[in-house]
């Protein structure tokens, strides 16, 4: 009974809107089958190279910096609102015409147009958060999020390893499905809300308390910060490239064992996120949370590197969800604390950044890893560097924080 006034009471002060958006976000990813299959979708299916697929699914990443950079531009012009509004209609057809295109330079050139317009999403949604969050409450309202997320994600790819089997032009209907659900549920609830929000900006700004406020492109100690972001995404996103190519060709896992190893990961996360985050709150500095986070994830690859039987990868599962429930919804906390009032959505945007560069060079780069030195190689690598990232974070947050604490008190 403890146990569950601990995790109810985890829920406890998060606003209405916080709900909604992560209601919002759970259709939305229910629907999300496509790419974690799309490595297999394209190696097995369309046949084409592991190299090539490599290639081709770094143009999700090209087309997630340009949506990243993009959608935070505009989110700081247009409003969240309308960003992420025409981010979940617009995805509608693109994921549609998706089947349609099976050659490589096609299928690159769909994935960049439909990631483009995806990503744009994303710094978007990280402002709404941080707009409708108590202050005290940011870090359990991205969580709140990713845990809508990953109970998607739970959904997703436990669905997609079924339908995949029969056919795999379900997994893009479905996502595009799931899009246009989200996104009429989004414009119902916060339309009214955004006319509300967009009436007081304009009385704010016509009293002059808008201050202009610097770009996050000129902040030093933030760009190092992303650049290390960079470097633990690089490493963590091998769960959406080569991590499934691994399962299936050398561990000689199923498509549908894939799925229900992929929805294990989010239904832990569901289980155990709000908790973890609310006891690292708790006990844990900022940086000590990123090291401890960033450690556990590269130690769950570098398992790999040494056994691949069927309990190792529950275990190596197990420790990635921990590890990334103490690293990604601590990024988002972090990159709000650093940022300013005015221009949250350009410093969201620049921290999606290096989310969406590490999606260029990890499936290419792993992939070449794999192809060239070996699973190995490539799990034991990917542990030795996050020990390092997570070294790096433990002395770059407080750094690049002091400041701003100062400037507060």
Same mark, same amino acid.
């Given at each position: 009974m403890k146990l569950l006034h601990i995790y109810a009471s985890s829920f406890k002060g998060l606003s209405q809107e916080s709900w909604m958006l992560a209601l919002v976000m759970l259709i939305n990813r229910s629907g999300s089958?496509?790419?974690?299959?799309?490595?297999?979708?394209?190696?097995?299916?369309?046949?084409?190279?592991?190299?090539?697929?490599?290639?081709?699914?770094?143009?999700?990443?090209?087309?997630?910096?340009?949506?990243?950079?993009l959608g935070g531009m505009i989110t700081d012009r247009i409003g969240e609102y309308r960003v992420q509004s025409l981010s979940l209609l617009? /995805?509608?057809?693109? #994921?549609? &015409?998706?089947?349609?295109? %099976?050659?490589?330079?096609?299928?690159?050139?769909?994935?960049l147009a439909q990631s483009i317009v995806s990503e744009s999403f994303r710094p978007a949604n990280s402002v709404a958060i941080t707009k409708y969050a108590k202050p005290e409450n940011i870090t359990r309202a991205f969580s709140l999020n990713r845990m809508a997320i990953n109970l998607g994600f739970s959904i997703g790819p436990a669905l997609g390893g079924i339908l995949s089997a029969i056919s795999y032009e379900f997994l893009f209907y479905s996502n595009a499905l799931g899009a246009l659900l989200a996104g009429l549920l989004y414009i119902w609830f916060f339309g009214k809300r955004n006319k509300l929000a967009v009436a007081k900006a304009k009385k704010v700004k016509e009293a002059k308390l808008v201050t202009k406020e610097s770009s996050p492109y000129r902040d030093h100690?933030?760009?190092?910060?992303?650049?290390?972001?960079?470097?633990? /995404?690089?490493?963590? #996103?091998? &769960?959406?490239?080569?991590? %499934?190519?691994f399962y299936k060709d050398t561990a000689h896992l199923s498509q549908q064992n894939i799925g229900y190893i992929l929805a294990y990961s989010g239904f832990l996360i569901v289980l155990l996120e709000m908790s973890l985050v609310q006891i690292a709150e708790k006990y844990f500095t900022l940086a000590f949370t990123m090291l401890i986070g960033t450690f556990l994830c590269g130690f769950s690859y570098a398992?790999?590197?040494?056994?691949?039987?069927?309990?190792?990868?529950v275990i190596s599962m197990t420790l990635l969800c921990i590890g990334e429930i103490w690293t990604l919804p601590f990024m988002s906390t972090i990159t709000a604390l650093r940022s300013g009032k005015n221009n949250k959505g350009?410093?969201?945007?620049?921290?999606?950044?290096?989310?969406?560069?590490?999606?260029?060079?990890?499936?290419y780069l792993g992939t070449m890893i794999a192809d060239k030195l070996g699973f190995e190689v490539l799990w034991i690598g990917t542990g030795a560097l996050s020990v390092l990232i997570a070294g790096a974070f433990y002395f770059i947050i407080p750094w690049m924080l002091k400041d701003k604490e100062e400037a507060r008190s």
């Amino acid at each position: 009974m403890k146990l569950l006034h601990i995790y109810a009471s985890s829920f406890k002060g998060l606003s209405q809107e916080s709900w909604m958006l992560a209601l919002v976000m759970l259709i939305n990813r229910s629907g999300s089958m496509v790419l974690p299959f799309l490595g297999v979708y394209m190696t097995a299916h369309l046949h084409f190279s592991i190299e090539n697929s490599g290639i081709i699914l770094s143009f999700f990443g090209i087309g997630s910096v340009i949506g990243s950079w993009l959608g935070g531009m505009i989110t700081d012009r247009i409003g969240e609102y309308r960003v992420q509004s025409l981010s979940l209609l617009l /995805s509608v057809p693109l #994921f549609c &015409l998706i089947p349609l295109f %099976t050659t490589e330079a096609g299928l690159a050139g769909i994935i960049l147009a439909q990631s483009i317009v995806s990503e744009s999403f994303r710094p978007a949604n990280s402002v709404a958060i941080t707009k409708y969050a108590k202050p005290e409450n940011i870090t359990r309202a991205f969580s709140l999020n990713r845990m809508a997320i990953n109970l998607g994600f739970s959904i997703g790819p436990a669905l997609g390893g079924i339908l995949s089997a029969i056919s795999y032009e379900f997994l893009f209907y479905s996502n595009a499905l799931g899009a246009l659900l989200a996104g009429l549920l989004y414009i119902w609830f916060f339309g009214k809300r955004n006319k509300l929000a967009v009436a007081k900006a304009k009385k704010v700004k016509e009293a002059k308390l808008v201050t202009k406020e610097s770009s996050p492109y000129r902040d030093h100690k933030f760009l190092i910060y992303c650049v290390f972001c960079m470097l633990f /995404s690089i490493c963590f #996103f091998q &769960l959406f490239s080569t991590l %499934t190519i691994f399962y299936k060709d050398t561990a000689h896992l199923s498509q549908q064992n894939i799925g229900y190893i992929l929805a294990y990961s989010g239904f832990l996360i569901v289980l155990l996120e709000m908790s973890l985050v609310q006891i690292a709150e708790k006990y844990f500095t900022l940086a000590f949370t990123m090291l401890i986070g960033t450690f556990l994830c590269g130690f769950s690859y570098a398992m790999l590197g040494f056994d691949y039987s069927i309990i190792t990868l529950v275990i190596s599962m197990t420790l990635l969800c921990i590890g990334e429930i103490w690293t990604l919804p601590f990024m988002s906390t972090i990159t709000a604390l650093r940022s300013g009032k005015n221009n949250k959505g350009a410093y969201m945007g620049l921290n999606g950044i290096s989310f969406s560069i590490a999606f260029i060079i990890t499936p290419y780069l792993g992939t070449m890893i794999a192809d060239k030195l070996g699973f190995e190689v490539l799990w034991i690598g990917t542990g030795a560097l996050s020990v390092l990232i997570a070294g790096a974070f433990y002395f770059i947050i407080p750094w690049m924080l002091k400041d701003k604490e100062e400037a507060r008190s």
